[in-house]
């Protein structure tokens, strides 16, 4: 599936599905009900950022599906680490949430996914604001349930709202310019903002996963009352298309699909979840995985180590078809994947030896020798998604941006482009080192019986590279030698997720590797990912801990762009902004999806062009060519 802001808030990964089909001030304007919305506006049954939504009022189906697509069969997916919890909203706060939990709720809104940045109603059957965009009304469906056969309310979006604002930092954040939600009436509910202007408020309160009200404010089947702050390995209550089959506590998770769902003949679900059940398999080591699947008891795998794409897929499956590899483009969102040192501790306090921690990092060597020259470096905040990369010097409306900043930002902001360092042979590598070495001096240190030391205090200077991955450890120990001929002291440390997590929210650690996926419409969410609130927040995305007042003015500066050329060139104002404070090391980059699957699922002609794979949203389980591979 595509990378949308849903996903990303969720725990794996922000919504916006590509470039600008136009610009456009405002949210659509298509009408799609009587004009009964409130104080005369206009109902609306889609959302776009920019543009006019692609689908009329009556749509039957989104165009990227088969409606025909047969139900039926499982899908075994794999897992990577553990799961002690079923409660998406302390996801990433308290334990390690389950694969998949989120299928069992829905939002306000689905986004399409052949448009940009659009979505259409789900839960909610329209939406109304203002030109100003000061507050939204959502108007729900009036047939739409939880699995216990209760009416989905606005007691549960206001319940919903309060929940992961009050107990989850990255959405409190993501939602803090919501001022309240509150009943108009039965059937709607509306958001008002703290300020007009925020264009995108409107849109992304429509993705905020609703949860039943009634049931969290229940007992369990001992009598204990819930609690919406706490985990719970109890199966939730969801509105859903899938709901909780079984489990075994960081081992399996089964998923079966609603066959009565209230919602599988929306025009939004119409070829959508085709598979009975959903399994993810859990392992705590990515080689067990592979086996796993080569053994056929995994029926689909991403593949994210360029190695194993290289290496451990020659096995008689794939010569004979049984097997199919498949990359996919990435067209839906940019990235950047960083060793992110904690500003949080005071070694790592200057830029300067943020800059020279990227001096000894050789990418070139690395990529050769352990990725078989498949990735190429991050250059930007938004590696991948180019209409927001920073390039060359900044001009037009993004230098005027930044003209209020001078004197706050670094100098070369407006002097030169940002370029990371080059490796790859003896000569760079030995440049490389000792320009690292003249940062290091700059900054207070100094070498005595060849180790680093702060020049004031004689205090070493040592490093753990800590990582939750057993696969990032070899990077990690490439990487280890040239810090150490610094002078530093260093070492490398893997543990498992659960430990880690605790760590990153008591931010207990100097270096880890961190990735930020961005959707092609930045916005709120670029508070939880530099902003100075979210720095000291537990469980917060700001894990470098990025105190900057200038990056938080353009933050807002992004937040409440009035156009698509207005959020580019903020945007890159931002990334440019980051990227000459040195706040990570950044890593690579690869433009396509892998993967692996057993050849026995069925999909689209054509694929969804933000899409992704679109599996399992739009793939279907092929009983003729199961049926072949069981006999061969």
């Given at each position: 599936m595509a990378i949308t802001r849903r996903h990303l808030l969720q725990g794996s990964a922000l919504a916006a599905m590509a470039p600008a089909l136009g610009l456009n001030s405002g949210l659509s304007v298509t009408p799609a009900f009587a004009d009964d919305a409130p104080s005369g506006l206009k109902w609306r049954h889609g959302l776009s950022l920019f543009g006019n939504v692609k689908y009329p009022a009556d749509f039957k189906r989104f165009d990227y599906v088969n409606p025909d697509a047969p139900k039926g069969g499982l899908v075994r997916q794999i897992a990577i680490g553990t799961f002690d919890n079923f409660n998406i909203v302390v996801s990433g706060v308290k334990g390690s949430i389950a694969g998949g939990v989120a299928q069992i709720y829905q939002s306000l809104t689905t986004p399409s996914l052949d448009e940009v940045s659009t979505e259409y109603g789900l839960l909610a059957e329209a939406a109304s604001y203002p030109d100003d965009f000061s507050y939204v009304v959502y108007r729900l469906r009036p047939q739409a349930k939880w699995?216990?056969?209760?009416?989905?309310?606005?007691?549960?979006?206001?319940?919903s709202l309060g929940a992961f604002k009050t107990h989850h930092p990255m959405f409190s954040a993501y939602y803090s310019h919501v001022v309240r939600a509150e009943k108009v009436s039965d059937r709607e509910v509306k958001f008002v903002f703290d300020m007009p202007g925020n264009r995108e408020l409107p849109q992304i309160v429509g993705q905020l996963t609703i949860l039943p009200k009634h049931w969290w404010e229940g007992t369990d089947s001992q009598g204990r009352k819930r609690d919406v702050s706490a985990t719970t390995l109890e199966k939730p209550l969801?509105?859903?298309?899938?709901?909780?089959?079984?489990?075994?506590?960081?081992?399996?998770i089964t998923l079966e699909r609603v066959k009565d769902h209230w919602a599988r003949d929306l025009p939004t679900n119409v070829g959508c979840y085709n598979f009975d059940e959903l399994r993810y398999e859990y392992f705590r080591d990515p080689t067990v995985a592979i086996e796993a699947f080569k053994?056929?008891?995994?029926?689909?795998?991403t593949e994210n180590s360029a190695k194993a794409w290289a290496t451990a897929y020659d096995f008689p499956a794939v010569t004979d078809k049984r097997v199919v590899l498949e990359e996919f483009p990435?067209?839906?969102s940019g990235i950047m994947q960083a060793f992110a040192p904690n500003l949080r501790r005071a070694k790592f306090a200057d830029p300067r030896v943020r800059r020279a921690l990227n001096f000894a990092f050789d990418f070139e060597e690395i990529n050769k020798q352990?990725?078989?020259?498949?990735?190429?470096?991050?250059?930007?905040?938004?590696?991948?998604?180019?209409?927001?990369?920073?390039?060359?010097?900044?001009?037009?409306?993004?230098?005027?941006?930044?003209?209020?900043l001078r004197g706050q930002v670094p100098a070369?902001?407006?002097?030169?482009?940002?370029?990371?360092?080059?490796?790859?042979?003896?000569?760079?590598?030995?440049?490389?080192?000792?320009?690292?070495?003249?940062?290091?001096?700059?900054?207070?240190?100094?070498?005595?019986?060849?180790?680093?030391?702060?020049?004031k205090s004689g205090e070493p200077f040592s490093i753990e590279l800590l990582s939750e991955d057993p696969n990032f450890e070899r990077v990690m120990?490439?990487?280890?030698?040239?810090l150490e001929r610094l002078g530093m002291s260093v070492s490398v440390r893997t543990i498992d997720p659960i430990q880690y997590e605790n760590r990153l929210r008591d931010w207990d650690f100097d270096i880890v590797v961190a990735s930020w996926p961005e959707s092609l419409s930045p916005g709120n969410e670029q508070r939880e990912f530099w902003g100075t609130k979210a720095?000291?927040?537990?469980?917060?995305?700001?894990?470098?801990?990025?105190?900057?007042?200038?990056?938080?003015?353009?933050?807002?500066?992004?937040?409440?762009?009035?156009?698509?050329?207005?959020?580019?060139a903020a945007t890159k104002a931002l990334d440019r902004v980051l990227l000459w404070n040195h706040y990570v090391v950044p890593q690579w980059n690869y433009p396509k999806v892998r993967t692996a699957r057993w050849d026995r699922f069925g999909r689209p002609a054509e694929l969804p062009k933000y899409g992704l794979s679109g599996f399992p949203l739009i793939w279907w389980y092929d009983a003729d060519k199961a049926a072949k591979l069981k006999s061969s």
């Open positions: 699995d216990d056969g209760v009416p989905v309310t606005p007691e549960d979006v206001i319940f969801g509105s859903g298309p899938y709901r909780i089959k079984e489990f075994v506590a960081g081992r399996t053994g056929d008891q995994i029926d689909w795998r990435n067209r839906s352990l990725f078989f020259g498949q990735y190429k470096r991050i250059s930007s905040y938004f590696d991948g998604a180019e209409e927001l990369m920073a390039t060359g010097l900044p001009q037009g409306k993004e230098l005027a941006i930044l003209e209020p070369e902001v407006f002097t030169t482009a940002y370029t990371n360092p080059v490796g790859g042979n003896p000569e760079a590598v030995r440049d490389n080192l000792r320009e690292a070495l003249r940062l290091l001096k700059e900054a207070g240190y100094e070498v005595r019986d060849r180790k680093l030391v702060n020049a120990l490439a990487y280890k030698p040239s720095a000291d927040a537990p469980g917060s995305r700001n894990i470098v801990g990025i105190k900057n007042p200038a990056i938080d003015k353009l933050i807002e500066r992004v937040i409440f762009a009035t156009d698509r050329e207005d959020l580019v």
